[in-house]
């Protein structure tokens, strides 16, 4: 159970940081279709609750495993959320060398889990161009309103889901980003309740589709989402340099474009440290972390499993 909070807790921290998803974390610990197959399965549980009693929904939903792995996420986001938040004002290219090392890996241990022809890797090309396509949108501007913090969770928690779709860059590009953070940084209850059900509904809605998907084209949608991961790299470079920006109402600074950079170059062109030896150290991390929890984690290979 300790493993499996533990988990949950870096799922957590991955959902947090723009260009990083949960689903990765979850996939490479071996959880992933198990969190599919629990997901899914709560709609159904009413009817279960209904004839054969609370003991046999619990069991219906694998509810030791969602409740377990859903506090680590929980406890980590509201927890980490002004952490990471310090860390990538202050020191982001560590930030981003560590999850660099992190998807890479991920990337590498999902495309091994491929039995590739001409037809999947087709679907590794159309991931890494959607991929680098949603990382060159412009960020947006929406009004924080119940009817969009309600939409801004279900549409981020898709994403947040998929392995290499990172719901945190989803928030960036339509411009709740910040404003999530801050709801989570203040524990703004009312935000968080309403955010958390959007998410809840379309995590009920996505979770079908998804486990349907992979139960029919496990290979072209693993290559897929490996290209995601592949196409992601990019958004997640450590040294990154923004070439058009603009000042918000709110006195925010928005990257419109960026340009990844060598050390050498970011620190000439900024003036800041580029942190090579740390962030270089940091991305091995991420690669061992990757290699241990694949490793470590149960062998699960089928959706319905």
């Known amino acids: 159970m300790l493993r499996l909070f533990l988990t ?4 957590g921290a991955a959902d947090v940081v723009p260009g990083v998803s949960g689903g990765t974390i979850a996939f ?44 680590g996420i929980a406890i980590s986001i509201l927890s980490l959320a002004r952490i990471i938040s310090w860390l990538l004002e202050n020191y982001p290219s560590c930030v981003w060398g560590f999850f660099f090392g992190l998807i890479l890996a991920s990337c590498v241990y999902l495309g ?21 396509f949603i990382g060159n949108i412009r960020p947006s501007d929406i009004e924080p309103t119940t009817a969009t913090i309600f939409f801004s969770g279900a549409i981020a928690i898709c994403a947040m889901i998929l392995p290499g779709i990172s719901g945190s860059f989803i928030l960036l590009i339509i411009g709740m980003y910040p404003t999530v953070i801050n709801a989570l940084k203040s524990f703004d209850l009312v935000f968080i309740v309403t955010f958390a059900s959007g998410c809840l509904l379309g995590l009920l809605g996505f979770s079908h589709v998804l486990s349907y998907l992979i139960n029919r084209f496990r290979a072209p949608v693993l290559a897929l989402l490996t ?11 450590p040294w990154q340099h923004a070439v058009e920006s603009f000042e918000k109402s709110d006195g925010r600074v928005v990257a419109l474009r960026t340009e990844n950079l060598m050390p ?10 580029p942190y090579t030896i740390t962030v270089v150290l940091l991305m091995v991390l991420g690669v061992v972390l990757v290699y241990l929890m694949s490793r470590l984690g149960p062998s699960e290979q089928s959706p319905d499993s």
Do not use: C, N
């Open 264 to 273: 050498a170059e970011f620190a000439q062109l900024t003036g800041q440290d």
């Open 28 to 71: 490479i610990s071996g959880i992933y279709f198990r969190l599919l197959h629990a997901i899914k399965s709560v709609p159904s549980a009413i009817a279960v609750l209904l004839k054969e009693g609370i003991g046999a929904a619990w069991a219906h939903i694998d509810g030791t495993f969602l409740a377990v792995l859903g506090s």
């Open 8 to 11: 949950g807790a870096a799922m």
């Open 227 to 237: 290209g995601f991961l592949a196409g992601s790299l990019a958004m997640v470079w």
């Open 112 to 132: 091994t889990q491929v039995r590739w022809r001409w037809q999947e890797s087709v679907f590794l090309l159309l991931g890494i161009v959607v991929a680098v």
